[in-house]
């Protein structure tokens, strides 16, 4: 055997090579990925408007350059968020968050009213219980000289 014919060390593939705006396993974790890029979005468009606001100072051509600004904020951060959100560790961790999203057992609406009723009303109780002590501490204090009243602090 020449040197030449001689077996390296262990070089896997690289696998299928991916365009550049290619998805990475597409159709799997979809809802995942497209609700973080509304979310990351949002952010940037927050980011976008508050620095819209911070141009006033400039007096020549000022809404070309706050419109400018605007387009590049947001064709860099877009493209660097359809990056992020393709790279293989991020788009697996979204496919496998989507896939265990999928095994959760969800209440059904029933059971979400009464328990949002029994929250509602088990807060206005206590609410209405500290009303009540509150009310009565008061009274407590006004009557052993701790507290002054006046005509509209006494209680009923």
Known sequence: MSASEQP???RPSPGPRRSLFGLYKPGQ???TRVLSAIGA???V???VGWAWGQMTRIRDNQVYWQAGMAAVVIAVFGTLIFWLLNKPRIA???IATEVEMKKVNWPSRR???VATAVVILGTILIALILFAID???GALFIRIGVLEASGDDLPM
Do not use: C, K, Q, R
């Open 41 to 43: 979005g949002t952010l």
């Open 111 to 113: 059971e979400i009213v």
């Open 45 to 47: 468009l927050a980011g």
């Open 29 to 31: 974790g979809y809802w």
């Open 135 to 137: 009310i009565g501490f």
């Open 92 to 94: 697996d961790f979204m």
């Open 8 to 10: 390296g060390p262990y």
